[in-house]
């Protein structure tokens, strides 16, 4: 199989060490709730319409929705459906010290913090302070033997495969992890229940700009359906490449990879603990990928006794229906064979494969999220690109966007690196 691999771990960096009239396609699953409290005087809150219902859509929602905006969030499938349902979410405070998203990403660790104490984030979605360690892994040709079981005193008891150069890289103030699937939904229930967010399901065709002044009024979903709006933002994932007012502007695009969730019998031996992994295939075994000597790797256990392993990535066109997202037989193949090399806990026989699944991260042409005012649409923003840390920056890029929506700045994150404007500016150079 012809495919450029792409090591998923390797992104990681590492430390040194509204709704009026409803159409047959969009349908308002939230519409005979009773109206919240915080549903009056609707009439004379600012109305955005926040177009896209993973993780990014769905934390500008809230905060927006917190800070008095009547919020409609639509969704073209489901809330969740895609990288924000299927990802690994690991969150670190300092991975990005030396990069642009220095600021985001800390603010953003900070605010899960919060966030689980709100919402009972343990409970409710997994959140846990994890040790994150780096290994190497040399596969073996008869893949069954142990070489390092209890051969080091910081690799978890269920980690017993072929491990070379444990080294800590992460501790519990440093690193944690949600599931990521229940943490937006527990947040979107919490912005429903308390804040009045509107959910409507529906694919967003277009942004209505008055014809007057250059100004956002409305989106208008498949169908037909007119929802008016003071503001609009897009989070459209790497569904964002082919949302034409954003794609005449910048490029967006998706990096497909794969992911599996493992539920070994003996669940509660499960540690908290993420493993990034460098594996080599055995040498003269049947190898991973003709062209591949090494394969980085995410491991990350989830608090129900569950292992999440991802990897194999690789720059694919973009379905347009989420649903339609599936793993590539050959990349779910390679990361059970992994999974089972590292842990003897997590091969055929001794675990349960819960989930063979793959996913988009959205990515940008500078490797930076496109967080901001859209040029030339007043009052229509875009939240995109987050790559591999899309789960780790939601809730700052989220908070962020509602204080330049509704104060006109943005104190938690200065924004200006993120800005769309930059790619106006790099064309007339
Ligand atoms: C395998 C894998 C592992 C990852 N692990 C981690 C991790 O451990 N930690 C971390 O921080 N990040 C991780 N990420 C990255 C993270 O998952 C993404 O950055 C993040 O989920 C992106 O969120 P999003 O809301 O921008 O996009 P998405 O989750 O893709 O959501 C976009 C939503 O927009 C909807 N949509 C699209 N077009 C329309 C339209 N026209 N109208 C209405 N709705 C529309 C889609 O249906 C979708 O629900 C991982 C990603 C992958 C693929």
């Known amino acids: 199989m012809a495919m450029t691999l792409h090591s998923l771990s390797s ?15 969009a349908t308002s699953i939230h519409s ?94 997994g959140y846990r302070p994890l040790t994150t360690l780096s290994l190497t892994v040399t596969e073996s040709q008869t ?93 459209l994932g790497p569904w964002s490449g082919k949302f034409e007012m954003l794609s005449s502007i910048f490029r967006v695009y998706g990096l497909k990879a794969h992911s599996i969730v493992v539920e070994p019998k003996e669940g509660a031996s499960i540690t908290p603990h993420a493993l990034f992994l460098s594996y080599f295939p055995a040498r003269g075994g049947k190898a991973l990928y003709p062209e591949c000597i090494l394969v980085q790797l995410l491991f990350v256990t989830l608090a129900i006794g569950e292992v999440y392993v991802c990897g194999m990535s690789s720059e694919q066109e973009v379905p347009d229906n989420p649903e339609e997202i599936s793993g590539d037989p050959d990349s779910i193949q390679v990361l059970k064979r992994v999974a089972r090399t590292v842990s003897s806990h997590l091969g055929e026989g001794e675990a349960q494969v819960k989930a063979e699944q793959a996913c988009f991260l959205p990515c940008t042409d500078d490797s930076i999220p496109i967080i901001g005012e859209i040029p030339g649409a007043k009052g ?40 769309p404007t930059r790619f106006v500016r790099r064309r007339k150079v």
Request: aromatic share 6%; charged share 20%.
């Open 11 to 25: 992104l990681f960096r590492r430390p040194n060490p509204n709704s009026s009239k409803t159409s047959k396609t």
């Open 32 to 125: 005979s709730a009773p109206p919240s409290p915080h549903m009056e005087n609707t009439q004379s809150k600012k109305r955005v319409a926040v177009c896209g219902g993973g993780i990014i859509g769905v934390c500008t929602a809230y905060f927006l929705a917190k800070k008095g905006a009547a919020v409609t969030l639509i969704e073209k499938s489901s809330v969740a459906c895609a990288a924000s349902g299927k990802a690994g979410g690991f969150l670190a405070l300092d991975w990005c010290d030396d990069e642009a998203i220095s600021s985001l990403a800390r603010a953003s660790f900070n605010l899960h913090r919060s966030l689980s104490d709100e919402l009972n984030g343990p409970e409710n979605y």
């Open 380 to 419: 229509c923003y875009v939240a995109t690109g987050h790559s591999c840390w899309g789960i780790l920056n939601g809730p700052a890029t989220g908070a962020a966007l509602a204080e330049l929506l509704i104060d006109g700045h943005a104190s938690i994150v200065d924004l200006s690196r993120f800005s």
């Open 143 to 235: 893949t069954s033997t142990s070489t390092n079981a209890g051969s080091s005193s910081i690799l978890p008891s269920w980690v017993d495969g072929p491990i070379k150069s444990p080294r800590t890289i992460g501790s519990p103030e440093t690193t944690a992890q949600v599931h990521p699937k229940l943490f937006t939904k527990t947040l979107l229930n919490k912005a429903v229940n308390d804040y009045g967010v509107e959910v409507v399901i529906g694919k967003v065709e277009r942004v209505g700009v008055e014809v007057e002044g250059g100004k956002v009024d409305s989106v208008v979903l498949e169908g037909g359906r007119v929802n008016e709006s003071d503001s609009v933002v897009l989070a």
